[in-house]
């Protein structure tokens, strides 16, 4: 035939012994596809996937088609035109030849016939078929297709060298043999069957030392690479080495036995078939973790997951955690607690996930470790990924192995590492979740977090040593700083070892200070380095959740809401979710609360660290569009909480600024404020820190209701400080007299009533001056009510009279009804009821029309007052009765107390001291809870009374 085609080296054509160039690389590549599945058609997108891969150019299957025209072109002004063709079917191109034009197929052809020839017809087709090679099967063309492929041809040339080597040697022929199979031996450093033909090709020719060396050398990798030690196939020849035994020697006259084990089985028990070789057992688990303590129970749920039975249970565990929380620890710690139950083997490989300095361990190299641990030769093992995964899976079938896969990147790395049966069990740990593998096979998840106080303490003073530890003050700190991380306080004992008082305690001051704390936490290594820890989880990330990440570093509070960060990022809720997802799933944030979400201590630091790390302007610009979110989100809620009185707020937010949060009622409002508490007092730090001094003035007013609310008149009268302060740097004299005004409000509603006339003294000054109606009416009322609360009820009258005719004059009938009623509780105590109820009476019903539930409650507690002092106790109760629904109705726990301590006593006078001590117990709770001490002193001493 004038035609042949070459793949066992430059993938080319000759047309009678003439070779033809076929055309470009990429035109080659076509051409070996096609003569790889001759006389069988290929699809069109087959080939182009196969000749371009899974991101192919936009033409090209346009390309394709060229090439397909200039490869007909060149059969048409061949010779061999008849020997050959290209033809186009319903089910792809197929290129029709002769098996025997192709190399790859004579070759093929060649080795099946030796494997069936007697010996002496062997050798030669062995020979024949091996000299058809001129090189790297497919050299000249590239694709992921044909790389794959090229090492399946690899695995088929050694297969027919390693044959053709045992055939010499059972001839004799090892001088023949020694320096190809030295070569293989060297390019195959663990495989086991090369190891041998060396060893005893090596002894044949008078070199036992040099086989005995080479049998160390091979020792030494199984052990440093795979954990196990040689075969006893290998371990026997080695032993035999040793006594030189006679048996070794030349084999006898006559045809060779069959199959590779002929090589050393001469002498007389050669008629005698070979033993099957025992399996070997590997045993690659690490060192046992020392001083492992704590985690009691994730051990015990490792031992229940362990202990389920059946075909429907998964056979997988995933250990997840953020990096240095001690996934490896727990995992190495069960397995070795549980060696006995896979007396088959442990198999252990580090597939180093987030490694700073490593690449991902690929899972074809891992398959190839723990294959040729479980006694697989390298010339058996499949060239390709999936090959290997199922040799894997027959190979453990059967068995109850153990297998641990430290730090997995995710699920994808993972999966073909996985095997079935009931026999076997996969621990896998990652600072992934894995969410494929719960999906995908259903396993089992232990998620570690930080350890407790205690068990942190106990940890370090492991390390330490409880001496050391409970000597010094500086070692709590040390701890506390940690926050329960264990590899975190593993670097900081290794710190403190031998440390003088003085070098401990600046270590405690670098610990506790968050500008150092991270470079404390430095063992001078980069896998105990916190900070080299999170930058590998970091890198892992995509751009958008790496971004994310930083951007929570510019949040001043532990947690975060949704909303926040989504606006801070300026994505939809819905996208920021999706990638706080992300971030979850990388152990990096969890959501500790729902639509809230949480950094550890330490990786808040690291965050921060990001955040820093941007451009000045835009990081500036960022804390401004958090601290607009919250001034904005917080007015919307104050509105929605107490909307009678923020109508008309100078301090409220008056530019439009991002769309707040949207509010249905006094609840969602009241909620959002319980949640975002501690999140907004430590934004208006932030604020304070940029110079954001409109914003803190609007953020102090927006949470003057919730504080009065929760009596927490401590925190108020300092905010309202802050604010005072703030309002003063803007040079804005009327901001600075609203809050002077809001700030005695604070004071007065604290009972610390003789420091806030002097800021409603200034204020009123300034607002008479500049004939500002509001601010002067609001600062009569509250002018009023201070009055009121230090028992000058004459004095309040005319400021009461002030502000209900300003009211009036603003349209503000609920301000109005408020002044009345305050005017109504002045008028009762000064005795004259019948006055002070007719002002009550007067506000009630604009108060019920305007739906004030503060006024309302605040009316009804002074319309109880007078019936009670009037005798009419049953109107009494019914009275306050109606004010503390109100209370309730809005949240204000503050007054609740006193409504409560009311009943009491009301109770107490009519006898019934069941009633009394229930209300005063309710209240005592209440008052302790506000730390208002005098209020819950006389409570308390009323419940310690004989009879109640």
């Known amino acids: 035939m004038g035609t042949e085609f070459r793949l066992l080296g430059d993938v080319g054509i000759s047309f009678d012994g003439s070779d033809v160039e076929p055309g470009t690389p990429r035109q080659r590549c076509v051409l070996a596809v096609l003569l790889l599945e001759a006389d069988r058609p290929v699809p069109v997108d087959t080939l182009v996937d196969r000749v371009w891969g899974t991101e192919p150019p936009p033409r090209a299957v346009a390309a394709l088609y060229s090439y397909m025209s200039r490869l007909r072109a060149l059969r048409a002004s061949s010779s061999g035109r008849d020997e050959w063709d290209i033809q186009r079917t319903t089910a792809g191109y197929v290129l029709r030849t002769e098996r025997a034009a192709v190399d790859l197929f004579r070759f093929r052809d060649l080795v099946e016939r030796a494997r069936g020839a007697t010996w002496q017809d062997a050798g030669p087709a062995y020979e024949q078929a091996l000299a058809l090679w001129r090189g790297r099967p497919l050299a000249g063309v590239h694709s992921d297709w044909l790389d794959r492929h090229r090492l399946t041809l690899d695995a088929e040339r050694l297969h027919a060298t390693v044959a053709r080597h045992d055939l010499l040697l059972d001839q004799g022929r090892h001088a023949e043999v020694v320096r190809s199979v030295e070569a293989l031996a060297d390019a195959y450093p663990l495989d086991e069957l090369l190891a041998h033909q060396h060893m005893l090709a090596l002894y044949r020719v008078g070199r036992p030392a040099a086989a005995l060396a080479a049998y160390e050398q091979l020792r030494a990798d199984l052990v440093e690479q795979m954990g196990a030690d040689p075969g006893p196939r290998l371990q026997e020849l080695h032993q035999r080495i040793l006594v030189f035994d006679d048996t070794l020697d030349l084999p006898s006259p006559g045809p060779p036995a069959a199959g590779p084990s002929a090589a050393v089985a001469t002498g007389p028990s050669a008629a005698r078939p070979p033993a099957p070789a025992p399996a070997r057992v590997p045993r690659q688990l690490p060192a046992v973790p020392a001083g492992f303590l704590g985690r009691r129970d994730e051990l015990r749920l490792l031992d229940a997951l362990a202990a389920r039975t059946g075909a429907d249970q998964p056979a997988v565990c995933a250990i997840t955690g953020m990096g240095g929380i001690g ?14 139950a896979f007396p088959d083997g442990q198999l252990y490989a580090q597939l180093n996930g987030f490694s ?143 440390l003088p008082p003085a070098s401990l305690d600046q270590l405690a001051q670098d610990l506790r200070d968050p500008r150092t704390r991270l470079d404390a936490l430095d063992a001078g290594d980069m896998s105990l380095n916190l900070r080299a820890l999170f930058t590998s989880s970091e890198h892992a990330l995509d751009p958008a959740a790496a971004d994310l990440l930083n951007l929570f570093g510019l949040v001043p509070h532990h947690d975060a809401s949704l909303a926040a960060l989504a606006h801070l990022a300026d994505r939809p809720p819905a996208r920021t979710r999706g990638i706080l997802r992300r971030l979850e799933e990388a152990c990096l944030v969890r959501e500790n609360r729902p639509g809230r979400y949480q950094m550890h201590d330490l990786v808040r630091l690291y965050a921060r660290e990001g955040a820093s790390g941007l451009a000045s302007g835009t990081r500036a610009e960022l804390t401004g569009r958090l601290i607009d979110f919250y001034v904005h989100t917080a007015h919307a809620a104050h509105s929605a909480l107490d909307p009678h009185r923020t109508a008309q707020d100078p301090l409220g937010s008056s530019e439009p600024g991002p769309a707040p949060l949207r509010f249905a009622d006094a609840d969602s409002a009241l909620e959002w404020f319980e949640d975002e508490y501690a999140c907004l007092q430590e934004i208006v730090t932030t604020a304070r820190s940029h110079g954001a001094h409109r914003q803190l003035c609007q953020l102090v007013s927006s949470l003057h209701t919730f504080r009065w609310r929760r009596g927490l008149f401590a925190e108020s009268i300092r905010a309202w400080h802050l604010a005072l302060d703030a309002a003063r740097a803007t040079e804005d004299a009327s901001l600075t007299a609203h809050t002077r005004q809001r700030l005695a409000v604070a004071l007065a509603q604290a009972g610390r009533h003789e420091e806030a006339l002097p800021h409603l003294g200034a204020a009123l000054a300034h607002f008479t001056d500049h004939d500002d109606l509001p601010g002067r009416t609001r600062s009569h009322h509250a002018l009023a009510e201070v009055h009121v609360r230090i028992n000058a009820y004459e004095s309040s009258l005319p400021h009461f009279a002030q502000a209900v005719e300003g009211y009036r004059r603003l349209g503000n009938q609920v301000g109005e009804s408020n002044a009345l009623n305050g005017t109504g509780w002045a008028l009762a105590r000064l005795g004259r009821y019948s006055s002070g109820e007719e002002h009550c009476l007067q506000a009630l019903p604009l108060l019920r029309l305007h739906d004030d539930g503060e006024g309302q409650a605040a009316t009804w507690d002074t319309l109880a007052h007078i019936a009670w002092r009037t005798g009419r ?19 204000n726990a503050n007054r609740e107390a006193d409504i409560r301590s009311n009943l009491a006593d009301i109770h107490a006078e009519r006898g019934d001291l069941e009633q009394a001590r229930t209300e005063w117990t309710t209240a005592l709770s209440l008052y302790r809870s506000q730390h208002r001490t005098d209020d819950a002193r006389r409570v308390a001493a009323h419940l310690a009374e004989p009879g109640t």
């Not at 996934?327 to 006995?340: D, G, S």
């Not at 009494?876 to 949240?891: E, K, S, T």
């Open 873 to 891: 106790t049953e109107r009494a109760c019914y009275a306050y009765r109606q004010a503390l629904g109100h209370f309730q109705a809005i949240g």
């Open 327 to 340: 996934k490896t620890w727990l995992a190495l710690r069960w397995a070795h607690q549980h060696i006995e």
């Open 356 to 498: 700073p300095h490593t690449r991902p361990a690929a899972p074809a190299d891992v398959l190839q470790a723990f294959l040729m641990a479980l006694g697989a030769a390298a010339h058996e093992l499949p060239p390709d990924e999936e090959g290997r995964a199922a040799l894997y899976r027959t190979l453990m079938d059967g068995r109850r192995v153990l297998v641990v896969l430290d730090n997995a990147r995710d699920s994808a790395q993972v999966l073909p590492l996985l095997v079935g049966g009931q026999g076997c069990r996969t621990l896998v740990t990652s600072r992934n979740t894995l969410n494929g593998l719960k999906v995908r096979h259903g396993a089992d998840t232990v998620r570690l977090g930080v350890l407790s106080e205690a068990e942190a303490s106990r940890l370090f003073a492991e390390r330490v040593g409880e001496t050391a530890a409970a000597r010094a003050p500086a070692m709590r700190d040390i701890v506390r700083a940690c926050s329960g991380l264990p590899l975190a306080l593993d670097i900081a004992a290794a710190h403190t070892v031998d």
